[in-house]
């Protein structure tokens, strides 16, 4: 539905893409993660049209008035205007409805109250995300890209923002693409992740598969964990909370088994993946 | 390009710096008041000593058409520099709030978007012109009255009263020419450097250069005759005491054909530029 085919571009300061090819289906939501600087934010501005690739191309495959939508950076709104009004610019500017129904109905889709009437200076950076999220649905895009969402929100926003997006995709099969630095974040609501490093993809494969690809070591949560035997035949390393044990995916169900037979009662165990990881791996 | 200029004009009319534009130049007009109420006719008795000694005045010549004519003055920098301000801001905005890049990831086209935003400029000077006419009109009147008009221009010129209010519309009508290509010049810079400061210094910049030029001789005949530096003060000619009207009426022409290019060169650049 959105790919990018071999895109190269390149400013006075250097390289900040290079043949990177990218492909997100209908439903889908994918992950680009990357380091600040890695060429994440250009590549989202020639997928939307905002800068023109040096090399390569973009195909949406839509016949929609409005193929894709995003935020990029950070949500561009008109801050002396509220939610309401800010919806009703951005749908009369392109020649969606601006009924009252219509656009609370798109208040509503991203979570955000129809009764506030203040300016959206005044709002919280997460719903300016939500609001940011309902301009860039305005004509149902089959496409979303959504730069950094993430970024500056507290984990309840985290997790909210998280759920709409798996919703957007799940109940009206827009193709997502999202960015972040943020790996714990975008490995939990992605199906397929990218990895760009100095302006290349240097990663790529099924969200679950790559982690478990890279998987090196686990975050366990347990009681009484320092009196463990089974954890001495690993290395591990222990932290206030929780022991940082070093195993492959694959070791994870035995080592729980021989832990829970010890009768150590395991409360959590999460992957410890860092970017760095991925892409120290990749190169 | 109908939906996109309600929400130009929206945006217009919700925006404080709009009413701080317009409040700039009342607070011109009421300064220029008082100082000519309480200093007025000392300074035009001191400037028409000589005269009064060859001549009798009948009436005061500190009135209405007076005051706005000195106002009028106030097009030569202090209008267009707040216009130029206020118009490039509404590019200028659009870069700083991110608002640019929303706008272009709408189904809008680039060339329709910058077009709405150079018409709204337009309108938006108009507008601002007529209202410094019409609340000068209102307080130069009912605070000094009617009269005649003396105005220097390389020499005394004298205006019967009505003559002169004829002028006086012409002129703002002729100024408000000046102003529009003013402010098409601001939107042009802002498309082409993007940033609010930088715009306005480009701006004030401009605007120096060109009210310096006014004064320059090209040599060239053409030049001196149709540069646009040379038309922007086309509306003080209605106050020669013959005004040459077909002589204004091209001199206008000419100078919105300059206006209409700066405005073709920045929809062109800015539907080449990319965003962001």
Known sequence: MLAGNNLSKSYSSGKALDKVTINISAGQICGLLGRNGAGKTTLFKILCGLVKPDEGQVIINSKRAKPIGGIIERPGLYNFLNAYDNIKIFAGIQGAPTDKLSIEQTLLKVGLPVDRKDPVRNFSLGMKQRLGIAIALINDPECLVLDEPFSGLDPIGVASLITLIRKLAEEENIAILLSSHMMGEISKCCHFLYVIEKGEIVNAGITNELINRHITSFSITAANLMASSTLKKYTVEMGTNDARVVCTAAKVPSLLSELLQEGIEVTACTPVLTLEQLIKKAI | ?276
């Open chain 2, 1 to 276: 390009m109908r939906l996109l200029l309600a929400a130009e004009f929206i945006k217009l009319i919700k925006q404080s710096k709009t009413y701080y534009a317009l409040g700039a130049i009342l607070v011109i007009e009421i300064l220029i008041l008082v100082t000519a109420y309480f200093q007025g006719s000392t300074i035009l008795d001191l400037l028409l000593d000589n005269l009064k000694q060859s001549f009798y005045f009948e009436g005061t010549l500190l009135n209405g058409n007076l005051i706005m004519y000195i106002v009028l003055n106030s097009l030569w920098f202090n209008v267009p520099l707040i216009l130029m301000i206020v118009t490039s801001g509404i590019v200028t905005d659009e870069y700083k709030d991110g608002t640019m890049q929303t706008v272009m990831l709408q189904a809008v086209k680039k060339w329709k978007f910058i077009t709405a935003k150079y018409i709204i400029a337009v309108l938006f000077t108009v507008l601002v012109i007529g209202f410094m006419m019409l609340t000068t009109f209102i307080l130069a009147y009912s605070i000094f009255g009617n009269g005649d008009l003396v105005v220097y221009i390389n020499t005394l010129n004298f205006f019967e009263a009505d003559d002169a209010f004829h002028r006086i519309c012409w002129a703002f009508a002729s100024g408000a020419v000046s102003m529009v290509f003013y402010c098409v010049v601001s939107l042009t810079l802002a498309i082409f450097i993007k940033e609010a400061a930088k715009t306005w210094i480009a701006a004030a910049l401009f605007l120096i250069i060109t009210t310096l030029l006014l004064k320059v001789d090209f040599v060239l005949p053409v030049l001196n005759s149709f540069l646009f530096p040379k038309l922007i003060d086309n509306w003080q000619q209605m106050f020669y005491y013959e005004p040459d009207w077909t002589q204004i009426l091209i001199n206008n022409g000419i100078l919105l054909l300059y206006t209409v290019a700066f405005g073709a060169a920045g929809t062109y650049v800015f539907h080449k530029k990319d965003i962001g």
